[in-house]
């Protein structure tokens, strides 16, 4: 290991045992914890799968509409070229 990649980590790991022996554990009140269990909550297993089926649907037309753009520039170029030709 080099010395520029080792002497950080010896900062850091200093630094980390310094904290340890300043600073002491804080617990959160009851009601904060009651609080944040009452905003946080984990959907139904419904929820998921109904999100899930939405983001399908929303791939589906996000590649149909990229499907229909790559048709139309193809198209246009076609198009183009035939035109471009004539002209000459």
Do not use: C, F
């Amino acid at each position: 290991m080099n010395k520029k990649t080792h002497q950080p980590m010896t900062k850091l790991e200093d630094l980390e045992a310094h904290l340890a022996g300043t600073l002491r554990p804080v617990r959160p009140s009851d009601e904060l914890v009651r609080r944040l269990k009452g905003r946080i909550r984990m959907p139904q297993r419904a929820q998921i799968v109904s999100r899930l089926s939405h983001w399908r649907s929303l791939y589906l037309a996000l590649g149909g509409v990229l499907s229909g753009m790559l048709v139309l520039i193809t198209v246009a170029r076609a198009v183009y070229y035939l035109v471009a030709r004539r002209t000459v």
